[in-house]
Structures are given as C-alpha cells and as structure tokens.
C-alpha cells in the first residue's frame, strides 16, 4: 500500500486538506486495486485551528510525516513568513529518502524554503509567482501550468488545482483508467484545459443552451476516424461556416482544429493503454491523416511519443506479482 501523509498547521481551510484526503484517504469499493494509507500529520501534538472555528488534532507528528512514499504541503499560513526548520528537515529527509515532494498552491514555498525546487520548474498560485520568484530566484516559476511534475517533485496552482494535481498521482501510480474512475466520483474533469503540458488540453464542453455546436461535437466523437472540416462540424449544426466557427471559439475557448486534435489524441490514449495495436493502426482509428502527423501532435501535446507512453502506463497499469 502506498503511503501518503498531508500537512495540517494552524489556520488553514479544511479544503486544503480535504483535497487530499478526499483522493488518497477515501476507499471506493468499486476500484479492485489497493487503496492508499493517509496519515494527517502536524508540526506539534497542540490541536490546529481550522478557519470556520474547529479544531483538529492527530497522532502523527513530522516523524511520520517525512517518512510516508508520498509527502504533501497543502499550503502554508503566510506565504511572506520564514518556513519553520523543524518543517524544512522534515522535508529534506523525506526527499533524501526517495519520498515524492507535492506541493498545493502556497504549499511551493516551503518547499522552496527546503531547497527542494532549485533550479526546478514550480507553479503556485498566480497571485503568489512573482513573490516565489523573488524570494527564491534558483526557482523557475511557472504560473501558467495548473501543475508541474519533475519527476521526485511536483506542484500545483491554487487550491483547487490539487484535485488536478491529486488525479495525476493516482494516474501515475494506477494508469488512466482508475484516475478516470476517480474523477467520475469526484463529478470533475480527468483533464481540465490549461493542465499540465504533458496532458492535453480538453476544453470545456459547450453549454447546453447550444445544442447546434453541441450536436456537432457529438457527431465529431463518432467519427474521430474520418477527415472533419469545419464545413462538416458546420453542416451538422446547420450553421454557415463562418457563424459555427465563431459560435465554437466563444463556447469552447478554443478552436475546431485544436479541439478535434485534442480529442484524437485522447482517442489514442486509450487505445495506447488498453491494447497492442501497432502505432500506424492507431493514428488512422484516432483520425491522423499517417503516422508522422499523429506521432507530431502526440509528442507536442504528451511530451513524449506514443511508444513511450504505452510503455509507461501500460507497466503501470499491470498488477503486483502475487
């Protein structure tokens, strides 16, 4: 069982936490593979106030907290106040011993206090980057990314970006089909545009109000294998061109082109983990016109290529040895 500890300190919501426990703490009997062990942790054994006037005590101190597979700051109280040493060589003992360093928001900083993102690239919450940026200049900040992985280390924007973040563990760990499973319980997105580069950017579905454009994606989905042009998306939605295009770029945010790549690709994920189709096979059921335009966009978009891929999630998908 992978083990996984979050940082609790006086003054924070219970959201903060709550991400993480509602992930990593939460069984859901309908997933066969083996849950995480949560363990909530805390500087000292005083009970910490939670904003809303409640107050939570643990057993578990930074012993147990640098000692778990998975170490997470949720946030820190005061981005602007000095991280405290105990908190710091916690960190850098966990780090030391081969633990996974998470961050969420504001958490960045007292990861960056421990010397743990230098010459790393990290995001936090756009309101906090310049401040990251100024206080610990070994540090790349990246404030657009919803999330940053570097592999031992990895960073979320603002709170609400660590269920992003949260959903990629639990896909690097388990594979995508259990992270999607997870994400239907949640009711959000498995990917929300913006994420991560390695991810792809899947925009918002179209408002129900707009049946003709969300007509037309439906149809799209059902035939991702065929050449669609904005005149056939139009055609569906019994739209001139010019009108659909408009009408999709202010409902979707993107456009038709980026968003028919986007979803081939997801296509092709799926097809990617679950079975042993050559590459060629694939880019022509996702739709790519050959191999050399699908492995283009699969690249640009996952940041890595479609052999590699499958080679990860696919070991990462396979069961224990008994």
Sequence with gaps: MRSV?????DGMTAFEAGIVIEVFGLTW????????????????????RVIGGAT??????????????TVVV???????ARTSPELIDALRRAHSNGSRIVSICSGAFALAAAGLLDGRRATTHWRYADLLRERYPSVEVDPDPLYTDEGDILTSAGCAAGLDLALHLVRNDL??????????????????AGGQAQ???????PEPGDAPIARSLSWALEHLADPIGVPDLARVASLSPRT??????RETGTTPSKWLIAQRIQAALAMLESGDAPIEEIATAAGFATPVTFRHHFTRAVRTSPSSYRRTFRTRKSPPPA
Excluded at 56 to 69: C, K, N, Q, R
Excluded at 200 to 205: V, Y
Aim: aromatic letters at 10%; one cysteine or more; hydrophobic letters at 40%.
């Design 244 to 249: 659909y295009l408009r009408h999709f770029v």
């Design 74 to 80: 949720p946030s820190v109280a005061d981005p602007r």
């Design 5 to 9: 500890s979050v940082l609790a300190y």
């Design 29 to 48: 009997p309908d997933i066969e593979q083996p849950w995480y062990e949560l363990k909530i942790c805390t500087e000292t054994p005083a009970p910490v």
């Design 56 to 69: 939570m005590t643990t057993p578990y101190g930074l012993a147990e907290f640098a000692a778990a597979d």
């Design 199 to 205: 991810y792809i950017e899947s925009p918002m579905p």
């Design 175 to 192: 594979g995508s089909s259990v992270a999607n499973a997870v994400a239907r319980r949640l009711v959000i997105q498995p990917h929300r």
